[in-house]
């Protein structure tokens, strides 16, 4: 199987792009470009005076976080971290009024937390707090008029990746995650998932359910909004055949959706099969209210060193795809995807060479900025998170260091 890979590969890279015949051409088979690098960066103002200290008063090693911002202006935060290397990753929270002014950090657990995650319901004044605790499970707590609720448990069992999306009409929360599973191939055990999904009703949680029947799944998303609901994930029918990395296998993204809670009965792949072992991976999926459409971001591997960032856009059927990224000899990986109301356009961060954004407004990209060389220029290294709010305006959290300190700084336009 590697041989037949590697000898596929180097066809590949010969032909530099030639599609097989009856198969329509696929953007990634083109050759590699060097725009989304090369370009001059935007500019990012941020605020000044906002950066003033540590989120909470943290100052020890960091592992995730998350964020969001209501309209009112609180921002609250959620990490993951240590406070000395005897203990493993607590789990924290801290909140804002104003980006200068800190609630000291509560802990949240501690017991090896990961995978935080924030969504916020700005009509009903709550904040959605979720994050998994191993040998225990998908944690959720709402943050409402100061007080923090107790943590319910969404999940047990080997899960993983947890994903959330509130319908700000209903104030629904639906959620979706992996669970895993030891499954027998000839001569040995591999790991594998499937998925489930859940959604909360105000109140309580309903049962986890498996509404995605294929065997083996991976990157599962969710999207709301205004009683539609849509499921992302990959499709692994190679792997269900003890089979990977082929020519034709069918490794591309796969939705569902549907307008009554738990139901998704329109079912629909994203592309088509691709005529090079080329791979889809990493799924994020939102929705535009500004333009009433779902945005879907898959990092896309084409072959060693050479990776790009495809969006689609949904009304009814996807779109083609569309490169945000430009290929680059690096891992291309998204990691966020927003949309403003207010100001009418969508917003990408990747990481590619360094950390970039870039806007989209009516099928047309703005230039690359280059997010990592501002943060670098004003004394920041690490990693930046980022929350787009409905006017526009682009709030970053960085977990690493300012001027050499540890900590997580906030700043924003």
Known sequence: MKQIITIALLVWLLLAGASLPGVQAHPAAQAPRQDAVSAAPGDFPLSPGLATGSIGGYTESIGEVAFGVQTSGRIHVLWTGTLNPAFGLFVFYSSSADGVNWSPYQILSYWAGYEPKVVIDDARNRVHLVYRVADEGIIHRVAANGALSGP?????????????????????????????????????LEWRYRARYAYWNGATWS??????????????????????????????????????????????????????????PLRQAVSGVYPMP?????????????????????????????????????????????????????????IYLGTASGAGFTYYAYRQNGFWARTETNGVLGAPQNIGQYLAGRGYTGTPVFFLAPGGTVHMVVAGKKDGADGLWYLRQ
């Open 207 to 264: 049962g986890a359910v498996r509404v995605i029947n294929d065997a083996d799944v991976n990157h599962v998303a969710v999207a709301a909004a205004d009683g539609q609901t849509m499921l992302a994930w990959f499709q692994g029918w190679a792997a269900t055949r003890g089979e990977s990395g082929e020519a034709n296998s069918p490794t591309v993204p796969r939705t569902a959706t549907g307008t009554a809670v738990g139901k998704f």
């Open 278 to 334: 080329e791979t889809d991976e990493s799924i994020m999926l939102a929705y535009s209210s500004y333009d009433d459409r779902f945005y879907m971001l898959c990092s896309h591997f084409m072959w060693p060193g050479h990776s790009v960032i495809y969006r689609y856009i949904w009304n009814g059927s996807w779109s083609a795809a569309k490169d945000i990224s430009g290929n680059a000899a690096d891992w291309a990986a998204p």
């Open 152 to 188: 319910v448990v969404l999940g047990t069992g080997s899960v993983s990746a947890p994903k959330l999306a509130l319908d700000p009409a209903s104030g629904r929360v639906h959620a979706v995650w992996q669970i895993g599973r030891w499954h027998p191939v000839p001569g040995a």
